[in-house]
């Protein structure tokens, strides 16, 4: 079945820092993905998408890139923030398979002044 | 052992029926969470629940009830259901309000 796998958390980063957070996935074809973001108190909201191989998506300032060679949709941002930390899912949906978001297990981000 | 598991995966139903979808986490959370997934695949939030009382009740109609019996337990009750029901329904827990959610792997509702 389709399965996301995203890099174990907590991730602390100082204000400006280079942020990646990596994300695999399997399955098979050709699956939208996507970033999600749950900022404290707060439910999930969309941080970006791809739909096709090499597309990137972009957001905000984050960026990530669908790598068909690799399987992997890694998540970038330059210079984070203070106001970035959250929890962040990586997700597929493979389509004609019941539209079904997969869910990575998500990844904390503390950014501290 | 899986940790939200919701049942069933798949429910397909006729206009006007009265269906529920059940959810149990096994991780010893606080907070359950319903989400629905919408054609645009944006995630909204409908209720959320913490030690069996709700916190969280976004615009909704009240066609839809959640239940919770117990904190292990979050059930979606939902009356007379409609066309614009048919949508994947993500239920989610955490430790608390501000901490990590973990998700069941959805159901999907088909009304028809």
């Known amino acids: 079945g389709n399965s996301v796998t995203q890099m174990e958390g907590p991730v602390t980063l100082s204000e400006e820092a280079f942020l990646t957070i990596n994300c695999t996935y399997t399955a098979t074809g050709y699956p939208s993905l996507f970033w999600y973001v749950q900022y404290p108190g707060e439910g999930l909201q969309l941080l970006l998408k791809a739909t096709k191989a090499d597309d990137k998506g972009s957001n905000k300032g984050f960026e990530a890139t669908y790598r068909k060679e690799t399987t992997s949709f890694h998540l970038e941002k330059g210079s984070v923030q203070v106001s970035d930390s959250a929890v962040y899912f990586c997700?597929?949906?493979?389509?004609?398979?019941?539209?079904?978001?997969?869910f990575g297990g998500g990844t904390r981000l503390m950014v501290k002044p | 052992d899986t940790a939200v598991s919701q049942t069933p995966k798949y429910l397909v139903t006729q206009m006007g029926n009265d269906k529920s979808i059940k959810c149990e986490q096994n991780?010893?959370?606080?907070?359950m969470y319903w989400y629905k997934q919408d054609s645009k695949k944006f995630l909204k939030i409908m209720f959320s629940y913490n030690n069996k009382e709700l916190i969280i009740n976004e615009t909704v109609p009240n066609r839809f009830s959640p239940k919770s019996p117990d904190k292990a337990h979050l059930n979606l009750h939902i009356n007379s259901l409609e066309l614009g029901d048919s949508a994947v329904y993500f239920c989610a827990s955490s430790q608390g309000v501000n901490e990590k959610l973990f998700f069941g792997s959805g159901t999907q509702l088909s009304v028809l």
């Open positions: 991780l010893g959370h606080d907070t």
């Open positions: 997700a597929l949906i493979k389509w004609n398979a019941g539209n079904m978001l997969t």
